[in-house]
């Protein structure tokens, strides 16, 4: 790759060794520094004049510093008299901020703002919390999938594989979930999460949920699964209706309580329901991010106590996993892994505490976007494609 410079912030220094190793090119010098009142300084040690420069900087946990480190070295490789410059964030900034909830700020345009002002040409990243994002940039925007290579790693890790189902653990996933399930041909759930409402419309019902609690304490109660026996007088044998869904159903006029999880916390009290067949299969929870890993538990425990699956696997492109999440997942006895790319850094004290944890490397599919934008080649092969 002629007339190329690859630059790394400070973010994911690993990811950004592998991804230039991939290419075959070496990482350009950059020296990141802050001075004593906690000021950014950036300075580019070789010359960018007339080059193609990529900048591979990833959210982290100092979020902040990330953007405006960002915004710096575009702001210096643009002074610096560059042909063109692309910024390479694996995981973008802000990006669950990307509606306007209230009285707050659509943050993720803000950032989009930021570095179009700093003067970047292009704009490369993975898994948009919301696909819509793409609108809120003034330059071009390549958003890259880790489904291509998450399938490759189930179709050759996971044994027996083929009996499994994809689980979405809200309806916000449902498209995620019937994409990657598409690919490996694998049939396709959705966890209903029904919050309690309060007022009368939300005492007036037809199903209102569970008793309140009351406590404040996060707990989650499940209901056992009653059986309701048909007989019919010319056949002597029991026909069994097992009721997995939270449709009302009963024998005189009776409501029967279906399989349903109810989850207590600060918030308030919800009701957790699948709408599909796991019993004797292997789930693999699906979403974009995993954070804070509440819902995955609760949907977890679900799935294997509730609903009979065999195995859970968690499985998310950005592993963010903040405070104690990790030591969360290895206390819950239905996960089984927990599996995450690397677009998000994760410190090895963290990896440590988890037998549970699989990160699978990223680096190949951002390289090659790399390569394709440099030499002005179509990066939508890399849609379907690992490799």
């Known amino acids: 790759m002629r007339n190329t410079k690859i630059l790394a912030g400070s973010s994911h220094p690993e990811l950004a060794e592998l991804v230039t190793k991939r290419l075959g090119v070496p990482l350009s010098n950059c020296t990141l520094k802050k001075f004593s009142n906690k000021e950014t300084s950036v300075e580019i040690g070789v010359s960018v004049r007339n080059e193609d420069v990529f900048i591979i900087q990833s959210g982290s946990n100092n979020m902040n510093d990330n953007i405006i480190e960002l915004c710096i070295m575009i702001q210096a490789a643009r002074i610096g008299s560059s042909k063109r ?23 993720a345009k803000l950032v989009a703002n930021m570095l179009a002002v700093a003067g970047v040409d292009h704009i490369i990243t993975m898994d948009l919390h919301a696909s819509q ?22 179709t050759q890790t996971v044994p027996n594989w083929q009996n499994g189902v994809i689980v979405s653990k809200n309806a916000g996933g449902a498209k995620r979930v019937t994409s990657l399930a598409d690919a490996l041909r694998l049939d396709f759930a959705l966890i209903h999460k029904d919050r309690s ?13 569970m008793p309140k609690s009351g406590d404040g ?9 009653e059986e309701v026996i048909v007989k019919e007088d010319n056949n002597d044998e029991d026909l069994t209706a097992s009721i997995s869904s939270l449709n009302e159903a009963g024998v005189n006029g009776d409501v029967v309580n279906a399989a349903v999880s109810v989850v207590s916390d600060k918030d308030g009290e919800s009701t957790i329901t699948l709408v599909g ?48 999440a990790i030591q969360k997942i290895e206390a819950c006895d239905s996960v089984y892994k927990l599996v995450v790319t690397n677009t998000f850094p994760i410190p ?7 037998s549970k944890l699989i990160v699978i490397d990223i680096s190949y599919t951002l390289a090659e976007a790399i390569r394709r934008t440099h030499n002005g080649e179509s990066v939508s092969y890399l849609f379907n494609h690992a490799e």
Request: charged letters at 25%; aromatic letters at 10%.
């Open 133 to 154: 994002m793409q609108g809120f940039f003034q330059r071009p925007v390549d958003n890259l999938y880790a489904e291509p290579v998450i399938a490759r790693w189930i």
């Open 217 to 225: 304490e996060s707990s989650v109660r499940v209901y056992e699964e």
């Open 277 to 324: 067949d796991v019993k004797g299969k292997i789930a693999f929870l699906t979403d974009d991010i995993i954070d804070n890993v509440g819902t995955f538990l609760d949907a977890a425990d679900h799935l294997v106590k509730k609903c009979g699956a065999d195995k859970v696997y968690i499985i998310a492109t950005h592993g963010v996993l903040s405070g104690d």
């Open 348 to 354: 090895k004290e963290k990896m440590d505490q988890s």
């Open 85 to 107: 410059i692309t910024a390479v964030l694996p995981y973008f900034p802000y990006c669950k901020q990307s509606k306007r909830k209230g009285r707050t700020s659509i943050t």
């Open 197 to 209: 409402r309060m007022g009368p419309q939300g005492q007036n019902r037809p199903y209102s949920g």
